[in-house]
C-alpha cells in the first residue's frame, strides 16, 4: 500500500503505467494521510523511519488542517464512511495533493463508493484519483500472534440488557467484517468452530455465509492466489469464543512480563508509558519493536526470571564493551568513534563497525531496566506479589484469608482488592453463605470499592454456573519442594535490593548476584478454560467425551445443500482462537504454552475484539452493574 500497491518483487511484471514510479532507483516521495482508526492500525506495526524507508515524508490525520502540497502524491488510508468520503472529495476540490492512491481498511459499501464516483465527477476531480483499493486491514496486530479489532465496547454492547438490538447487530457486523479480513490477509479459509447459543454463534453464522458467499459467487476470489501455496497444507480452525465462557483470567493479578505491564503500567499499541513518579517527574514512553531482542526473549517470562536475564544482558554488553575498548586503545565507549579511521587496523576497523549495535543494545537495555525499575515500585507499594500468591490458590482461600486482604491498610488500591473477591467468586463452585457474602460485600464497601461489578457478576455467576464453564484449579498446584510463603517473602525483599540497585544510575549499576534462585520464583502452571478447549479441539482426546465436542461447525468452502459430517476428532496444527467481549495476555501466553509440549509445531494465534487490561475491564463491569440497576 505505502509503495502504491505495487509489488517490489522483481519476478512480478507491471500492470499499470504509474507502477513505474514505485520501481524507480530511488522510493517516490509521497504523503500518508489517515483517520483516527487507521492511524492505529499503521502505528502498532510502523514508527517514523519505518514509513521514510517507504517513501512517508509526512503523515496527518484526514480531519487536520493541512496546507496544499501540489507536486506530491499522496496514499489515504481510511475507514468507509460517509464522513471519511466528504472530507476526501474537499481535498480533491482544493487540490492539495498532485495523484491520490484511496485505499479503504475494509470492503467500501457500493452506495458509499457510487456516492464518491458521483462528486468526483460533479467536480470534475475524478482524474486526479488514480486508485481505489479495498485493503482487508481494518484489524490491529501488536504481535506476530496477537490481533485485536479495536471494538472497546463490544462486552458492553452485547451484555447490556438495555441495549437496543440495533447496536448489537451493528457490533456484531463490524466483528463478522474485520474477522473476514483477517482470513483474507492469512490467506486461507478456515473451519470454524463455536460454542451454541451466544455471540460468538451469531458471528460463527454471518462469518460462514460471508466466507460461502464470497468463495461461491464473488467475480474475484481473495484466496484464489495463495491456493497453490497452501494445496498441500492442513486448513486451519478457527475458535470463535464467548468472553462470558471465563472472566477470571481479565481480572488476574499476573507475573509474566508483557502482562504485568498492560496491568499495571500502560501498554497500548506496543507502546509502553511510564506515569511521573518520585525520581522522574516527567512522563516517559517508549516503543517495542520486532529488534528489541530482550522483548522477543522475555515478553512471556515470570517476572523474576527476566530481572535475573536483566543481569545476565547487562554483564554481557559490560564485556563486549570492555572488549571494544582495550582493543581500541581508548577509556570509553564514546570515545571509539573519534579515532582515525585512515590510520586504524582492520581489527580496529572491526572494533569501530560493531559500535551502532552495541549503541542500539545498550538504549534497549537501558529501557528494560526503567520498566523493571516502575514495575518493582508497583508491586511493592500495591503488595501484587500478596495478590498474585492468594490467587494462585484461589479456590483453597478460606474466609480469614479474603478479609485479612481486603482488610489490610496496607493494601492501598481498592481495585486489586475488588478484582481478587471477583476471582475468589467466579472460582467457587460452592454458594457463598449469605452471612459470609454480608461480611465480604460491607469490608470491600469499608475498602472503597466500587460495588458495581460485584453486581452484574452476581447476576453473571447463574449463568456461568449452568454452563458449567467454571475456572477449576489444578488438583495438584504445586509440586515444587519450597512454600509460596516462602516464594513471596523472598521475592518482597529481592524487589526492595532491586529498586535500591536500579536507582544507582543504570547500566553502570549492574544486578551482580543480587537475583541468585530467582529461577525457583515461577508461577504453578494452570490451563485456562479456553486453553482446555483449544487444545481439546486441536488435538481431540481419542477415547474421551470433551465439551468442544458439542461445539458448532461450519466449513464454508462447502455449499450450504452439501451435508458433511462433523469431523470432531480431526487434529489441526494451526488455530485462530478469537474471544468476542475482550482479551488480554494473560490468556494469550497461556494458550501459547499449548505450542511446548512434545516440541509439535502447532501455530496459535489469538485475536479479541479488543485486547484490554484489568482495569478496563473492571470499568465495563462496572457499567454492566450500573446499568443493570
Known amino acids: 500500500m505505502l509503495n502504491l500497491n505495487t509489488a517490489t518483487d522483481e519476478n512480478k511484471g507491471l500492470n499499470e503505467y ?49 496546507s496544499p502540497l501540489p507536486d506530491v502524491p499522496a496514499v489515504y488510508f481510511i475507514e468507509p464512511s460517509a464522513e471519511n468520503i466528504r472530507r476526501l472529495c474537499e481535498d480533491l476540490n482544493r487540490n492539495l495533493y498532485d495523484d491520490y492512491y484511496i485505499n479503504f481498511c475494509s470492503t467500501v459499501p457500493r452506495p458509499l463508493l457510487e456516492d464518491f464516483a458521483t462528486k468526483t465527477i460533479q467536480s470534475n476531480t475524478s482524474e486526479q484519483v488514480t486508485q481505489v483499493y479495498d485493503q482487508y486491514l481494518n484489524f490491529i496486530c501488536t504481535n506476530a500472534d496477537v490481533f485485536s479489532l479495536h471494538q472497546e465496547d463490544a462486552f458492553i454492547n452485547l451484555n447490556n440488557p438495555t441495549a437496543p438490538d440495533s447496536l448489537i447487530d451493528e457490533t456484531i457486523d463490524r466483528a463478522v467484517n474485520s474477522l473476514f479480513s483477517v482470513i483474507v490477509t492469512m490467506g486461507m479459509i478456515p473451519i470454524i468452530r463455536c460454542p451454541r447459543g451466544n455471540a460468538a ?112 544482558e547487562l554483564n554481557n554488553y559490560k564485556r563486549d564493551a570492555a572488549e ?51 514495575l518493582l515500585n508497583h508491586i511493592k507499594d500495591r503488595q501484587l506479589d500478596t495478590f498474585f500468591q492468594i ?57 472503597g470499592c466500587n460495588m458495581a461489578p460485584l453486581k452484574y457478576i452476581e447476576k453473571v455467576r447463574a449463568l456461568m454456573r449452568m454452563t458449567s464453564m467454571l475456572t477449576s484449579p489444578n488438583p495438584n498446584p504445586s509440586t515444587s519442594s519450597f512454600s509460596q510463603n516462602d516464594l513471596f ?16 544510575g543504570g547500566l553502570s549499576g549492574g544486578f551482580e548476584n543480587l537475583l541468585s534462585g530467582v529461577k525457583n520464583l515461577l508461577p504453578t502452571k494452570k490451563e485456562l478454560v479456553i486453553s482446555k478447549i483449544v487444545s481439546d479441539i486441536m488435538s481431540p482426546p481419542p477415547n474421551e467425551q470433551s465439551k468442544a465436542d458439542e461445539f458448532l461447525y461450519f466449513d464454508p468452502k462447502l455449499s450450504k445443500s452439501s451435508r458433511s459430517p462433523r469431523q470432531n476428532k480431526v487434529s489441526f496444527q494451526e488455530a485462530i482462537v478469537f474471544v468476542v467481549g475482550g482479551g488480554n495476555y494473560v490468556e494469550y501466553q497461556n494458550l501459547q504454552e499449548l505450542t511446548l509440549p512434545n516440541n509439535q509445531k502447532k501455530k496459535i494465534t489469538y485475536g479479541s475484539t479488543a485486547i484490554l487490561s484489568p482495569h478496563e475491564f473492571l470499568q465495563q463491569l462496572s457499567a454492566l452493574g450500573d446499568a443493570s440497576t
Open 391 to 447: 490467587e494462585e490458590n484461589i479456590a483453597r482461600q478460606g474466609k480469614a484469608v479474603l478479609l485479612e486482604a481486603i482488610n489490610d491498610p496496607e493494601k492501598k488500591n481498592p481495585e486489586d482488592k475488588m478484582r481478587l473477591f471477583l476471582i475468589y467468586y467466579l472460582s467457587t463452585v460452592e454458594e457463598i453463605p449469605a452471612e459470609d457474602m454480608d461480611a465480604y460485600k460491607k469490608a470491600l464497601e469499608k475498602a
Open 18 to 66: 504509474d507502477d513505474a514510479k514505485a520501481l524507480q532507483d530511488g522510493p517516490v516521495w509521497k504523503v500518508l494521510i489517515f483517520d483516527r482508526f487507521c492511524q492505529d492500525i499503521v502505528s502498532s506495526i510502523m514508527r517514523v523511519n519505518d514509513l521514510r524507508e517507504n517513501g512517508i515524508t509526512v503523515h496527518m490525520l484526514l480531519s487536520s488542517d493541512r
Open 201 to 312: 454463534e451469531m458471528i460463527a453464522n454471518k462469518l460462514d455465509s460471508k466466507l460461502r458467499d464470497h468463495v461461491m459467487n464473488s467475480r474475484t476470489n481473495l484466496f484464489s492466489e495463495h491456493a497453490s501455496s497452501h494445496i498441500h497444507l492442513q486448513r486451519p480452525v478457527l475458535i470463535l469464543l464467548d468472553r462470558n465462557m471465563d472472566l477470571t483470567p481479565m481480572l488476574s493479578h499476573s507475573w509474566t512480563y508483557q502482562a504485568l505491564i498492560h496491568d499495571v503500567l500502560s501498554l497500548k499499541l506496543n507502546r509502553i508509558t511510564l506515569e511521573p513518579d518520585e525520581q522522574n517527574k516527567m512522563r516517559r514512553s517508549y516503543d517495542v519493536d520486532r529488534a528489541d531482542f530482550f522483548w522477543n526473549k522475555n515478553a512471556p517470562n515470570p517476572f523474576p526470571q527476566v530481572a535475573e536475564d536483566i543481569d545476565l
Open 489 to 504: 517473602r523472598g521475592f518482597s525483599s529481592i524487589g526492595n535490593k532491586l529498586t535500591d540497585r536500579l536507582k544507582e
Open 324 to 374: 571494544i575498548t582495550r582493543i581500541s586503545g581508548v577509556s570509553s565507549l564514546e570515545d571509539v568513534g573519534q579515532l582515525d579511521m585512515s590510520s586504524n587496523t582492520k581489527i580496529l576497523k572491526s572494533a569501530i563497525g560493531a559500535l551502532p549495535e552495541l549503541t542500539a543494545r545498550k538504549a534497549t537495555l537501558d529501557m528494560h531496566m526503567n520498566v523493571a525499575t516502575s
